[in-house]
């Protein structure tokens, strides 16, 4: 291998001006995201890098020496980076810590008259460790996150090799460097290991970070922030789809909405924040006795609703008295310690296997018996149709279709 090692100085100046010039721009399209910001500061700290080592021309001096400082640095930022995205905290302080120390040891050596060589190896590994940093969190903790994220961890990792087989080199060969600005295959493929590895690093986590970005957005449009539950466009969407399955398997369908009784007073006794976590923690009660198959969304302030696939009037009711039943169990306080009793309506609306039921026409059978549930005295259940049609038609659903949730295996529901 003979390259012209300047002209490879000029490359990896241009390549990282490059992807500067990319994070800066996806760092200014999402603000929020302080990874894209820690990898920006390490993409100014290696372009600082090479300015400074093409000014001093390779000669190893105080310019250099100011180069591989910041060197050290956007290392650490990139490592940092990848904690923050996986992690949430900006890792191990070491990554920080250790940069003044590193730079002192690098001084003291220059100053004992230890060869470039030997200057260079020392970095080599230093800077090896900061990555291997980074390589490690991925492995850890995102290797099945997104797939563009293993891209970054196959390039620092062969990165990290290079740089282990660099310092180690100079360190236990015969090997020289007058230069680094010298044409030597050490420093070639050193340079050439930078450019892929880095650039190549640096594209995947901009990737990683906008699918991730993309993922959040696509949550934040189908799920209430507060609740965790699905949002009412997805519910009734959902709603939708199971109709349709459901008159292909000649199944029944139950819809539940579900009203907490006299919120409003909670509200207005207590504050919205204790407002907030009652919501919360009915959400995390009813979730707690559902299918992995049910749907349970939130329709607007303190109303939700359930989508019961293959569970036919009985089943539905049921589940909805066991429910009702935790919600008034549930252990909550006011904003001064004094106790709050929450208590839950619900109106059961099924659409059996025969009939040709919209959506909409489901819903308004669940709100009508919702009404019916509170106009009742409310802390009830009540079944659109109950007296008339419900049993008699479920018991005529027919020999062939589906295993349909019945009262018998209703308490089969709960999946932890």
């Not at 940092?80 to 900006?90: F, I, K, T």
């Not at 709050?340 to 025969?354: D, E, F, K």
């Not at 005295?377 to 008339?388: F, K």
Request: proline share 3%; hydrophobic share 50%.
């Amino acid at each position: 291998m003979n390259l012209h090692v300047p002209t490879l100085m000029v490359a990896l100046m241009l390549g990282f001006a490059l992807l500067t010039l990319q994070v800066s721009l996806a760092h200014r399209r999402t603000r929020s995201r302080h990874e894209l910001a820690l990898w920006s500061r390490g993409c100014f700290c290696l372009m600082l890098d090479f300015v400074l080592l093409a000014a001093d021309r390779g000669q190893g001096g105080l310019l250099t020496s100011l180069g591989q400082a910041a060197q050290w640095a956007g290392l650490a930022f990139y490592a940092q980076a990848l904690h923050w995205l996986l992690l949430g905290h900006a890792g191990p302080r070491w990554l920080v810590h250790s940069q003044p120390w590193a730079w002192a040891v690098l001084l003291a050596l220059q100053l004992v008259g230890v060869s470039l060589a030997g200057r260079v190896a020392a970095s080599s590994l230093y800077c090896a460790a900061l990555l291997a940093s980074g390589v490690v969190v991925i492995r850890l903790r995102g290797w099945n996150a997104e797939r563009s994220l293993r891209l970054v961890a196959v390039s620092l990792a062969g990165l990290v090799l290079v740089l282990l087989w660099r310092g180690a080199r100079l360190l236990w060969t015969e090997d020289t460097i007058v230069s680094l600005s010298e044409a030597g295959p050490i420093q070639e493929l050193a340079m050439l290991a930078t450019y892929v590895g880095m650039l190549g690093a640096g594209f995947g986590f901009v990737m990683t970070v906008f699918e991730r970005t993309a993922a959040q957005l696509e949550l934040m449009a189908t799920q209430d922030g507060l609740t965790g539950c699905l949002n009412r466009a997805t519910t009734d969407e959902l709603l939708a789809q199971a109709l349709r399955q459901a008159r292909r398997a000649a199944q029944p369908v139950a819809f539940v909405l579900m009203d907490l009784d006299h919120f409003k007073r909670i509200n207005d006794s207590h504050g919205h924040q204790t407002g907030d976590e009652v919501l919360r923690r009915f959400a995390v009660a009813v979730r707690q006795r559902l299918r992995a198959s049910d749907v349970f969304g939130r329709l607007g302030g303190e109303e939700f609703g359930l989508v019961l696939p293959a569970t036919d009037p009985a089943g539905a009711r049921i589940l909805v008295d066991d429910v009702r039943e935790a919600v008034a169990a549930l252990q909550l306080q006011g904003r001064d310690g004094s106790p709050i009793r929450l208590t839950v309506s619900a109106g059961i609306a099924v659409a059996l296997p025969g009939q040709e039921m919209s959506a909409e026409r489901l819903y308004g059978r669940a709100d009508q018996s919702l009404y019916e549930a509170k106009r009742c005295g409310r802390n009830r259940t009540e079944l659109y149709g109950a007296s008339r049609e419900a049993e008699p038609a479920a018991a005529d659903a027919g020999a062939g279709a589906a295993p349909v949730l019945r009262a018998a295996d209703a308490s089969e529901r709960r999946v932890g």
